[in-house]
């Protein structure tokens, strides 16, 4: 069955970068696109982009374009999210997600990274 | 961007009864609008694809419809684990965009 495992909460000071992992099985990692997804305390879903595990082309929501990377490792099947110059408002839960019938179709059980000074 | 407007925000409904939630897109996104299911502490759970496909497992209670700008998600006779959160989602066009979601609630 496919699973998302997804790493350990985080706690960031503001200003410094955070990643993310997502660690795929139960089907073939380069033939289906991982999308990441965030939600604010008590808020709605805002999507992030998508990585094509294929060939690692991206695509990132305007909102996020100058602070996300979003890469791959093949060899472990992974997705990995990093956003830098962290601010308060990015204290929420990340979560992967796999395309399938939409573009969120399998879901990690989320990251929950908190920025603090 | 297209802009998904769910309304209402919160809506109250006694269980057994049917409930009726919507999604308006700022410009027609076809028949590309997901729902999703969210419960507290959860990560979202996909209800429908193709604004009116069932995805796997899912109860024939829930059902979509709408093509172009509106879209309906209709739970036919609530449960109780139907008190939660949903959300649309159009993937027509990048950025994918979600509504803000409908929180049903108990009457």
């Known amino acids: 069955q496919v699973q998302l495992v997804q790493s350990g909460a985080e706690v960031k000071k503001p200003g410094a970068s955070v990643k993310v992992s997502c660690k795929a099985s139960?089907?073939?990692?380069?033939?289906?696109?991982v999308h990441w997804v965030r939600q604010a305390p008590g808020q709605g879903l805002e999507w992030m982009g998508w990585?094509?595990?294929?060939?690692?082309?991206?695509y990132y929501g305007q909102n996020f374009t100058d602070r996300v990377t979003m890469t791959r490792a093949t060899s472990t099947s992974t997705a990995y999210m990093e956003l830098s110059r962290l601010r308060s408002d990015d204290t929420a839960i990340y979560y992967c997600?796999?395309?399938?019938?939409?573009?969120?179709?399998?879901w990690g059980l989320g990251t929950l990274v908190t920025v603090s000074s | 961007e297209r802009v998904m407007t769910q309304s209402p925000a919160t809506l109250s409904v006694s269980p057994g009864e049917r409930a009726t939630l919507s999604c308006r897109a700022s410009?027609?996104?076809?028949?590309?609008l997901a729902w999703y299911q969210q419960k507290p502490g959860q990560a979202p759970r996909l209800l429908i694809y193709?604004?009116?496909t069932r995805a796997t497992g899912i109860p024939d209670r829930f059902s979509g419809s709408g093509s172009g700008t509106e879209f309906t998600l209709t739970i036919s006779s609530l449960q109780s684990e139907d008190f939660v959160v949903y959300y649309c989602?159009?993937?027509?066009?990048?950025?994918?965009?979600f509504g803000g979601g409908t929180r049903v609630e108990i009457k």
């Open positions: 997600a796999r395309e399938g019938y939409s573009p969120a179709e399998y």
């Open positions: 139960g089907y073939t990692f380069t033939d289906y696109y």
């Open positions: 990585l094509n595990p294929k060939n690692g082309d991206t």
């Open positions: 410009q027609s996104v076809g028949s590309n």
């Open positions: 193709g604004a009116s």
């Open positions: 989602q159009q993937y027509n066009f990048w950025p994918l965009t």
